[in-house]
């Protein structure tokens, strides 16, 4: 048996024998056990007295406050329902400004006298709870001297349970603040962030004589992964550590052949597919779609869109059902943006759409007023990111997602709206007054007239467009698959209610006919801020030379990126609307600074080491060894093989030296600490170790290689 750990992890997945596809249960078909783990309506009927469970319906379904004299009746009913679902913990869990989630567990027990115990939950403990704050980044918000931190219920989003092989816990989502209230996670800015929206819309609606309503902000997220067995994660202290590989040579084939996208899924991978959406049904999140991505070893998952609060929990609860599910599978699931070079990376597209007493604004409608309506509010939208695009691609900012946006793969780091031929017509008739559909012949009137019908989007043809109009709603591809989405979604909720909130003030400022002023209102938007339009190739080199024409800011880096959070005008903008402070604004951009620095310096001390001591000994002995081979067929004058060996030694002690040079740089960046510095020796001694990898005798490689990793599971 090989001594390599690597051959031994490929010998290990070679012996697996497959199951036949009959030998596990079958799925549950009946959708009985859906939302199962979840203190949703139904358990809040039947767990409540009708009175209390109406009053929390009112707070969950339509936004009302909630009433704190129900906390107590309602924290008895969950722990009921959770201790018959077998928990014996509690937790309240949020979302701190790492962009993961926490947990600290408290369980149910409260002593009676000796050696005597009940379980207890009360309306305190399940609305508030007190945590040390002073290990979260706080970006500055959290004085020294005050580390407590507050988790507060979103009663928005219900309780669910989360399974272990022993048991269960409660877990209760909710907000985290300071002791002063200053957001210090993602989920309080983009709950105010929806208050907001929601308030600019109503507004808007009543200028087109609409009764006052529900507005409803949804999202649909889509999750690309990576699935490589354990085996071999296990052995690549870089992917550990960092959660990207930074060696790794080329293999011969990867997606050239286009032949895993959409292909069939394999056996072992469904298996853990099919485990993955059942936990995931179980706790009412609605997984729908699941395929093959585009580089080999990607998968994606998407569920259907739900209210954005809601799918932003779910998101996160979906990546970490994606990861320990894998686990329990001998997969390891990799959610970095990039944890392979020279295959796609993977990203989170966010679909969003905003709908008024349960119509999407973003579908064209039937009639004039609803396309009037429709056409407004993708004005809005226009206008919103063209003003606003440095900071929603701050959002998008990260080391992961540096290696996706503008890294010659899409989306680009520019940000540019796509609207598609028909509506692009459309916005070209009302720009010039002339008709969609042939120039100059009928004018198309807002309010008056109908649109031409639009096809929904069911092609490829923008999948280079980082924000794309696909038939009913918005498609953000720039987030990358690791990223909270609550942090863009924040934005673009804040950024299209300050426009629609300056075009209710502009109609408010004209007098006369509506859909005169509406028709002209629109002419103007569209002229002012067309430029963010651009339906071409999103990857072409000729873009960004385009781009810099127009005005659109190219933020291609995370230093870059992150500028715009400390610009006084976008922080102007979300003071404004309570979404958050200057302080809070700022907290953010010195959290993605530090994180950024950080990720960096891990990384490349992470390449440092594996090269030093996993690579250099392997060269080393491979080249002494050579240099004595050499050395014994001169002294016994032999006529062949010479040249040969001399050839290799000489390649590989070039490669000795220069992994020695190489790794100095690296030493000497890591410690003056300038990232740049870092990120360009990384890149070089990569260069060494992924030629050194051809080289070296494949017995003897320790890394687990591209060839392996992406194909062999
Ligand atoms: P794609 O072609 O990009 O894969 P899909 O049709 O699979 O698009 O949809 C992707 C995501 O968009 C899904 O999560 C879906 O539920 C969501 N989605 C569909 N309609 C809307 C909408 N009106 N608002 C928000 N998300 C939506
Ligand atoms: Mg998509």
Known sequence: MSKNNRIHAINSIAERVPDAPSASLPADTSMATYGEDVFGEKEIRAFLPKATAAKLLATVNEGKPLDPSIADDVAHAMKDWALAKGATHFTHWFQPLTGGTAEKHDSFVEPRGTAQ??????????????????????????????????????????????????GATLCIPTAFCSYRGEALDSKTPLLRSVQALKKALRRLMAHFGQPDGRVSVTLGAEQ?????????????????????????????????????YYGAIRPRVLKFMTEVEDILWKLGIPAKTRHNEVAPAQFELAPVFEDLNLAVDHNMLIMEVLRQTAERHGFECLLHEKPFEGVNGS?????????????????????????????????????????????????????????????????????????????????????????????????????????????????????TSPFAFTGNKFEFRAPGSSQNCAMNQMVLNTIVAESVDAISDKLDAMPGDFNA?????????????????????????????EAARRGLPNLPDTRSAIQPLRDPANQKVFAAYGVLTEGELASRYEIALEDYHRRIRIEGAVALDIARSMVRPVVADEFSKLATALSVAKKDGLKTGIAGLKALSVRLGAGLDDLHVKCERLDKALTKGKHEDQIDAMRDLRHTVDALEHLVDDARWPLPKYREMLFIY
């Open 117 to 166: 115990a009940v379980q207890a939950f009360s309306g305190k403990n399940l609305i508030g709870g007190e945590a040390d704050a002073s290990s979260f980044p706080s970006g500055g918000l959290r004085s020294t001297f005050e580390a407590r931190g507050y988790t507060a219920w979103d009663p928005t989003s219900p309780a669910f349970i989360k399974r272990h092989a022993n």
């Open 224 to 260: 690309e992964y990576f699935l490589i067995d354990r085996g071999f994660y296990m052995q690549r202290p870089d992917l550990l550590q960092t959660g990207r590989t930074v060696f790794g040579a080329a293999p011969a084939k990867h997606q050239q052949l286009e032949d895993h």
């Open 347 to 463: 990203g989170k597209h966010c679909n969003w759409s905003i709908a008024y007493n349960g119509r999407n604004l973003l579908e064209p409608g039937s009639n004039p007023k609803e396309n009037a309506i429709f056409l407004t509010v993708l004005s809005a939208i226009i206008r919103a990111i063209d003003k606003h695009a440095d900071i929603l691609r701050a959002m998008t900012a990260g080391a992961g997602n540096d290696h996706r946006l503008g890294a010659n793969e899409a989306p680009p780091a520019i940000i540019s709206v796509f609207l598609g031929d028909e509506l692009n017509a459309v916005m070209k008739a009302i720009e010039t007054g002339t008709s969609a559909r042939a120039a100059g012949r009928t004018k198309l009137k807002v309010g008056v007239d109908t649109l031409p019908p639009l096809p929904r989007d069911t092609t490829d043809r923008n999948r």
């Open 517 to 545: 002023n509406l028709q002209k209102l629109l002419q103007r938007l569209i002229r002012a801020h067309k430029r963010v339009l651009f339906s071409g190739d999103g990857y072409s080199v000729d873009w960004p030379k």
